[in-house]
Structure formats: structure tokens, C-alpha cells
């Protein structure tokens, strides 16, 4: 896992961030999608997830029970500790306030 200076957080990034941190449930990566207003595309959505991941800013599971007409088992994602401290980071660094982020 590398350090990242808060500044290097990529809007997308951050977006991902700022909506995790919001939401009280772990999310799936089309939930986000939906919840950006089009600040985020399916297309590249996953990609991010998974670069967040290994930075160890979320962390992911398979959900437990996959509806039968989904047929595989979806990833759910949540914000780790790490993430929030990073998010607090950029957002004080572009002067950002959570709230407003991520509405």
C-alpha cells in the first residue's frame, strides 16, 4: 500500500470517498453510480473501487445472499478508517466540507 498525499486523490477518488462516508449501509458500485449524478460512470466505477481497495481506503465483501435474477454474487464497499482520515484530508487541503461533497 502506497502513501498518497491528500492532494492526490483524484476527484473520482474522492467522490467515491465522500459517498461512502455518508451513507450508513455498504454500498454496491452501481448505488454509487446512481447516488454521483453522473459524476461517476459505470465504466469506470469498478476500476476505481478496486484501486481504493488496495490502497486500503475501503475494504469490500460479497454479499451474503444473491437475488436470483442477479445470478453472481455482487461486492458490497464500505470506507475504512484510513479513507475517512483521507477524505478529511483532501477536503481540508481544497476546502471541501464533507456536506456539501457529497450531496
Keep these: 500500500m502506497s502513501w498518497l498525499h491528500p492532494s492526490e486523490l483524484t476527484i473520482r477518488e474522492a467522490t467515491i470517498l ?6 450508513v449501509r455498504d454500498a454496491y458500485g452501481l448505488d454509487l453510480v446512481k447516488a454521483s449524478d453522473g459524476r461517476l460512470r459505470r465504466g ?3 476500476v476505481t473501487l478496486q484501486r481504493l481497495e488496495e490502497q486500503g ?5 460479497e454479499e451474503t445472499s444473491t ?9 458490497l464497499y464500505r470506507i ?3 479513507g475517512a ?9 481544497v476546502g471541501i466540507q464533507r456536506q456539501g461533497w457529497a450531496q
Excluded at 18 to 23: E, K, N
Design 57 to 61: 481506503l475501503i475494504e469490500s465483501r
Design 80 to 82: 475504512t478508517g484510513l
Design 18 to 23: 465522500g459517498l461512502l462516508a455518508r451513507d
Design 67 to 75: 437475488p436470483v435474477e442477479i445470478g453472481i454474487p455482487r461486492r
Design 44 to 46: 469506470v466505477v469498478y
Design 85 to 93: 482520515q483521507r477524505l478529511a484530508e483532501f477536503e481540508a487541503c
